[in-house]
Structure formats: structure tokens, C-alpha cells
């Protein structure tokens, strides 16, 4: 754990020690909506990223009453250490981390590695559901400077003043694929690219064990294309979830002051009329 991340990443030594502390509460959030019930973290309140953490039918993050209503059904209050972890290296814990702190929730962490380091270090998993008292909880006004909306990008794109980061594969980056290759090929109405994007998968952010990488390390990748922290970024992918997962890197893990996360990201841009879009991969 680097010194960047102390108050963000636990490892998961310490979530085998504090998952049931009384002023934990911890969350899994999975792209496999039903990996929770094939065994979870004892103590884990699961979460379903269609379900709970969106409205319906809107695309839209949940509202505040709503996530308010979530959280103190959990037990949560204000001063809760919120902890999550999940699958494929945490893509929606980290969505979920991103949207408690839009929500101003203060102390929030992910767990380094995610579920598949606490599955291959062979640690227990439960298959009881937890339920905890009803809290109190009054979530804080949305922080607009973390989030993307469709409007701000375009304009962004058109007077060039921010660094644009695109997550996804290079394949759906260069417009062969619109969704990752194991996903149906659907969101989307065109394939490729926000025109200046620079291309750097949120996979290289991972080491082998799926545990962040160091942070030299990770300051010399993102810088190799452009990605200082010395303007604006902003990152986005397919649905989100992913542009989160680089958003806490380069926010929390390299301290970049001014970095956001469009949401919306390529299954709105990319079905948008009349946008520019860029085709193919960058030499």
C-alpha cells in the first residue's frame, strides 16, 4: 500500500480483522449480479448495481433521498467507515465509491484486490445475508466537480482545455468492438473514440495478485500519454464503471486535484447525433 492510498485501500488482512467493527460496514458490488450469493465477505451487505445503485427507467445515478433511504436501511450513518470490494478487480465497487463521495459520504475505502485476491487467498466466505439496526442518514449536496455530464464534455472536446482519458480495450477504443469482447457487442449506436482521447485500459493500473500498482509505477504510465495531473481529466468507458476505477487512480492513488468521471460515457456519446468521433488507434 502506497503512501498515496492510506486513508482510501485497505488490504485484505485488515478486512478479515475489521469487517463486523461496529462502525464498519462492508459492501460488495459485482459485475456478476449473483456472485454475492455464491459466497461473500462475513458481515458483506450485497448490492445490485442495476437495481439499487441506479433509478429506473431514467439512466441516472440514484437519487439522494434514495441513496439516504439505502445506506440507513444498512445501518450507516454519517461517521461510518464505508468499505467495498467486488469483481473484476472492483469495477463497481469503485462505481460505488464514486458515487458516495458525489454523495459526500467522508470515509470510504476499497479493498486492494478486490474479491478474487480474498477468493485466491482462500479466506472464508459466508453465505448469510446480514441485516443491521436502522440508522439516520442525510447524505450531502451532489459534488458536481467529480462528474462528467454530456454537455460539459462536448464542451471540453470542442475548445480542447482538458485531458480526456478513454478506459476501454483498445479494440473498442479503435471502433472494432462497442462493448468488451466477452459482452454482447450492443449500447451504443457507432463504435470509436471522444476525438483527443488518449487510450489507457484501467487494467494497466493492476499487478498480477489484481492489487493496485505502485504508485511510481502508476505515475509513469498515465504520464507516457499526457495524463500529468497538470489540467482537467476526465475518464470514461462503455457504462462508467471502469472510468471509476481509473478516476481513484489517478485521484486518490497519484493526488491528481481535478479529475472526473463521465458516466454517461460511450453508450451516450456514442449514440449522440451529430458528435465528433474518432476511429482507429493512435501510433
Known amino acids: 500500500m502506497t503512501t498515496y492510498a492510506k486513508d482510501v ?18 459492501f460488495e458490488v459485482d459485475v456478476d449480479t449473483t456472485a454475492y450469493d455464491q459466497g461473500h465477505v462475513a458481515g458483506a451487505i450485497g448490492l445490485n448495481w442495476r437495481t ?13 433521498k434514495q441513496l439516504e433511504e439505502l445506506l ?17 478487480n472492483n469495477w463497481f465497487a469503485a462505481w460505488f465509491f464514486w458515487l458516495l463521495k458525489y454523495y459526500g459520504h467522508k470515509d470510504v475505502k476499497l479493498v486492494n484486490g478486490g474479491r ?3 477468493i485466491a487467498e482462500k479466506r472464508p466466505l459466508s453465505n448469510d445475508a446480514p441485516s ?38 483498445p479494440k473498442e477504443y479503435a471502433g472494432e468492438l462497442l462493448a468488451p469482447e466477452n459482452l454482447p457487442q450492443e449500447g451504443a449506436q457507432r ?23 505502485p504508485a511510481d509505477e502508476l505515475r509513469q504510465i498515465y504520464a507516457a500519454k499526457g495524463i500529468d495531473g497538470s489540467k ?11 472510468s471509476s ?37 493512435k501510433s
Open 72 to 88: 440507513a436501511k444498512n445501518g450507516v450513518t454519517p461517521a461510518t467507515t464505508i468499505v467495498a470490494y467486488g469483481d473484476n
Open 232 to 242: 482537467e481529466t476526465i475518464a470514461y468507458c462503455r457504462i462508467g464503471e471502469r
Open 191 to 213: 463504435g470509436g473514440h471522444i476525438p483527443g482521447a488518449q487510450n489507457i485500459p484501467w487494467a494497466t493500473a493492476v499487478a498480477e495478485d489484481g492489487r493496485f500498482k
Open 116 to 118: 478474487a485476491k480474498w
Open 52 to 64: 439499487d445503485l441506479q433509478q429506473q427507467p431514467v439512466r441516472d445515478l440514484i437519487e439522494k
Open 132 to 169: 443491521y439496526p436502522k440508522s439516520e442518514y442525510r447524505a450531502g449536496t451532489p459534488d458536481a466537480s467529480i462528474r462528467a455530464l454530456r454537455d460539459y464534455v462536448l464542451d471540453k472536446v470542442v475548445s480542447d482545455n482538458a485531458k480526456i482519458v478513454d478506459v476501454r480495450s
Open 245 to 281: 476505477h481509473t478516476w481513484f487512480v489517478l485521484k486518490y492513488l497519484l493526488g491528481h486535484e481535478n479529475v472526473r468521471n463521465y458516466d454517461g460515457s460511450w453508450t451516450e456519446y456514442g449514440s449522440l447525433v451529430g458528435v465528433p468521433i474518432e476511429l482507429g488507434a
Open 9 to 26: 485501500l485497505v488490504e485484505t488482512d485488515w478486512l478479515a480483522d475489521h469487517a463486523k467493527d461496529p462502525n464498519v460496514r462492508v
